[in-house]
Every structure is written in structure tokens, then in C-alpha cells.
């Protein structure tokens, strides 16, 4: 059954983006990034956006201990980020030591250089099947000119050449 879907959801094309949390229990702040394609806008006002990870996902406790999180939409140019923040925890620390990145000046979460990007505090959750929804307060945002962004379909990642011609 779980194979079924996601032999139909592989034609679902979504954006990728990668989401960032952080640990202080060891007593140094570890940051923390993931890839994620679940990401949804649930409500404009108040701006409440909602996150799907696995029950047994290491990030994810994290994510719930801190309460907050960082959101960077990714564009076309991005693929390696993508894959590098795909792996396991000890390899994605790796990987964040060498992406350009700067802190979220409200939570202190960790910003990818994006197309668009959101800093969120905890304001539900939903646990579902094997996974939990986390819904976030959306308390900063930002985002660039537009480019063309990181699609994942069919189990690869692809880009997509914007239009920039101006309608007259
Ligand atoms: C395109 C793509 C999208 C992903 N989306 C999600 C997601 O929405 N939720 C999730 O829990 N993991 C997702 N993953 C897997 C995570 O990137 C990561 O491998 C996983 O969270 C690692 O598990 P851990 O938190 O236990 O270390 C995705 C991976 C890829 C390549």
C-alpha cells in the first residue's frame, strides 16, 4: 500500500526547500539542516505553514524541543545542497560547514542563500500514521528576484526556466 502511493505521488512535481532547526542540549548549539518537499502554506493571517516529518526522525525532535525553525525555498542552482542535506545528520553538519549560510535575526535558525525564505515558531502538531505535521507562526520572511526553482517529480530533481518576458 505505501509502495502504491508513492508510485502515484512521484508525479506530484513539488518545490524543495530545506528546513533548519537547532540543538543546545549538549550545552554548544548544533544546527541542524534537512530536505524537505512537504512544505505547505496552511493560512495567511495569521501566516501558519505546515511541515511533515517522520515520527522517528532525528530532526524532528530536535525541531520539537526547540520550537523553532528556518525555512529556505530552494532555486534551480541548488540541486547539490539538495542531495547534501538529504543524508544522514553527521554528513549534514558536514555539509552546512561548507554552504553559505547566515542566522534568522528572530530565532536563530539557520538561512540557506534562497529564493524565498521564512523563520517559524511551533504552533501545532498532528501526529499522522507514521508521520506528524508540525504547523509554524510564520515571524519573518523574505524573498529574491525570481529565478528558476527546484522541482523534485518522478524520484529526480529538475529546474525550470522562468518566462521573463513582461506582459505588455
Ligand atoms: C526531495 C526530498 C524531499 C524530502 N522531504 C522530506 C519530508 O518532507 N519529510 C521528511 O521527514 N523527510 C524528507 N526527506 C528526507 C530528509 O531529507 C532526510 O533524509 C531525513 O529527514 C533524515 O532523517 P533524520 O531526521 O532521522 O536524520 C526528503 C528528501 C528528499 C531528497
Known amino acids: 500500500m505505501n509502495q502504491d502511493l508513492r508510485t502515484v505521488m512521484r ?7 530545506v528546513v533548519s532547526t537547532f540543538s ?3 550545552g554548544t548549539r548544533e544546527h541542524d539542516v534537512v530536505t524537505v518537499n512537504s512544505l505547505t502554506s496552511v ?3 495569521p501566516a501558519l505553514i505546515s511541515l511533515c516529518f517522520r515520527l522517528d526522525s532525528r530532526f524532528l525532535k530536535d525541531l520539537r524541543e526547540s520550537g523553532v525553525w528556518g525555512v529556505s525555498i530552494l532555486c534551480g ?8 542535506f538529504a543524508r544522514n545528520a553527521e554528513s549534514r553538519r558536514a555539509s552546512l ?10 530565532t536563530g535558525v539557520v538561512l540557506l542563500e534562497a529564493a524565498g525564505w521564512m ?10 500514521g507514521d508521520h506528524v505535521m508540525v504547523i509554524g507562526e510564520v515571524v519573518e520572511l523574505g524573498s529574491r528576484d525570481a529565478r528558476g526553482p527546484l522541482i523534485f517529480l518522478q524520484g529526480g530533481f529538475h529546474t525550470l526556466e522562468l518566462e521573463t518576458a513582461q506582459l505588455p
Do not use: N
Open 24 to 26: 543546545d542540549s549538549s
Open 97 to 106: 560547514s561548507e554552504t553559505p549560510h547566515h542566522l534568522g535575526e528572530r
Open 119 to 128: 523563520e517559524c515558531t511551533f504552533r501545532d502538531e498532528l501526529v499522522i
Open 11 to 17: 508525479h506530484f512535481a513539488t518545490g524543495v526547500c
Open 77 to 84: 542552482e541548488s540541486e547539490a545542497e539538495a542531495r547534501a
Open 43 to 45: 493560512s495567511l493571517d
